[in-house]
C-alpha cells in the first residue's frame, strides 16, 4: 500500500495519541459516526431508485417498510451512537427532547448532537445533502444518564465537529482544534481517505449564499449588505457571485473551499433566524474558524452563545473573515 494514503481511522489514532490522556473512546467515537456516514451515503445513492424498483406504498420489494431517508439517517447514527459505551446522551434534530442511552447499555463521557440529514427537502431533486454532528465532554458526573445540560455549552467547548456531505462523492469532513481535515469516500473499499488535509479557506471570499426571497422581510442592515455585493466596483472585485443550493452542508462545503460567505438571517417572519444554534451553526461555527474564518450572529461569535434550550435558533453569517466582518459593519450601521 502506498506511504500516502491516510485513511480517516489512522488519523484520528495519529491525532490522539498526542494526548496521552486519551482513552481510545473518542476514537471508537469517531468510526462509530464513521460508520454511520457509511450506510447513509449508500442509501442517499439509492434514494432515486425507489419507486423504480417497484415499491409502493411505502413497502419495499423484502416487503419492509420504506422508510423515509432523514427517519433513516436519524435512526442509523443513533443505533451507531448508543451501544458502546463513549455516549452518555444524544440531541438529533429529528427528537424533541434528548435522546438517551438504553438503559442495558454502557454510559460514556460524551454527548454527541447532530443533524442526521441536513436539507432532505433537496433529496427528490437529487441534490446533494449532508450529516452535521458534534461532540461535548459531558458536564454531569459519570456513569449516570446524561441530561441537557451536557448538550447545552457554548460552542467553545465542543471537542469535535464534522460533516459528511453526500455529493459527487461523499465527504467527511471534521476538526478536533488542530486544523480541518477533509476525506473522501473511496466506494469500491469502504473507506474514507485524507484528499484535503488542513483547508484554510480564502480570508476574502467572492460568493454570497443566501435565499433572497426573504428580501422584503430582513432587517435595513442585510438589505444594505446585498445591495453592497452586487454593485459594480472593480477595485473592490464586486459584484460578488450569487451560489445558493439550499442545503447548508453543500454550500458550507463549497464556500470552504472556494472562499465566501453563508448568510441565513433573522426576518420579520422568523425573528430568530431559521437555523439551530446546537446541531448546525455551532459545529460549522467552529470548522470555519479552524480554517481561518469566522462566524457571527450579526453580533457575538457564534461559539460564545450559550444555547438555552436544545433547538434554540440563531442568525447566521458563516464563511470568509472579511466578508462576515463586513455584515457585522452592516448591521451595526458602521457601514451603509
Ligand atoms: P432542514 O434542517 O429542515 O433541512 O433545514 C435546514 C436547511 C439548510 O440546509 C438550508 O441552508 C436551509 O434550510 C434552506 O432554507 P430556505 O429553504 O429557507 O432557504
Ligand atoms: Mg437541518
Redesign the pocket.
Known amino acids: 500500500m502506498s506511504e500516502k494514503i491516510i485513511t480517516l481511522s489512522r488519523h484520528i489514532i495519529e491525532e490522539q495519541r498526542k494526548h496521552p490522556e486519551a482513552t481510545g473512546k473518542f476514537t471508537d467515537l469517531m468510526n462509530d459516526i464513521a460508520f454511520a456516514a457509511k450506510l447513509i451515503s449508500y442509501h442517499t445513492n439509492k434514494a432515486g431508485l425507489l419507486g423504480v424498483l417497484g415499491e409502493t406504498f411505502n413497502v419495499n420489494i423484502q416487503g419492509e417498510v420504506v422508510k423515509k431517508l ?1 427517519v433513516f439517517a436519524n435512526e442509523t447514527m443513533i443505533k451507531a451512537l448508543d451501544h458502546n459505551g463513549h455516549t452518555c446522551v444524544m440531541v438529533s ?1 429529528e427528537s424533541e427532547d434528548v435522546i438517551p442511552i438504553p438503559e442495558n447499555y454502557p454510559l460514556g463521557r460524551y454527548a454527541v448532537l447532530f ?1 442526521p ?6 433529496i427528490d431533486a437529487n441534490v446533494s ?2 450529516t452535521i454532528f458534534y461532540i461535548y465532554l459531558r458536564v454531569t458526573p459519570e456513569g449516570r444518564p446524561g441530561r441537557a445540560e451536557d448538550c447545552l455549552q457554548p460552542g467553545i467547548k465542543q471537542v469535535c465537529a464534522g460533516y459528511i456531505v453526500y455529493g459527487s462523492s461523499t465527504m467527511l469532513v471534521y476538526t478536533t482544534g488542530n486544523g480541518v481535515h477533509g476525506f473522501t469516500l473511496d466506494p469500491s473499499y469502504g473507506e474514507f481517505v485524507l484528499s484535503h488535509p488542513d483547508i484554510k479557506t480564502p480570508k476574502k471570499g467572492k460568493i454570497y449564499s ?2 433572497e ?2 428580501f422584503d422581510y430582513w432587517e435595513q442592515g442585510i438589505k444594505n449588505y446585498i445591495h453592497y455585493v452586487k454593485q459594480v466596483d472593480e477595485k473592490t472585485d464586486r459584484p460578488m457571485n450569487s451560489r ?8 458550507f462545503h463549497r464556500n470552504l473551499l472556494y472562499g465566501g460567505v ?1 448568510l ?1 438571517p433573522a426576518s420579520s417572519r422568523s425573528p430568530e433566524g ?3 444554534l446546537t446541531y ?1 451553526a455551532n459545529p460549522m461555527a467552529f470548522i470555519i474558524e479552524q480554517a481561518g474564518g469566522r462566524a457571527s450572529d450579526g453580533y457575538r461569535r457564534i461559539m460564545e452563545i450559550l444555547p438555552e434550550h436544545i433547538h434554540q435558533r440563531t442568525p447566521l453569517f458563516i464563511g470568509s473573515e472579511k466578508d462576515v466582518a463586513m455584515i457585522e459593519d452592516f448591521i451595526s450601521g458602521r457601514l451603509s
Open positions: 432523514d434534530e443533524d440529514l441536513d436539507g432532505s427537502s433537496n445533502v449532508g443566501v435565499n426571497s426573504n445558493y443550493i439550499g442545503s447548508m452542508v453543500s454550500d453563508f441565513y431559521k437555523l439551530r448546525e
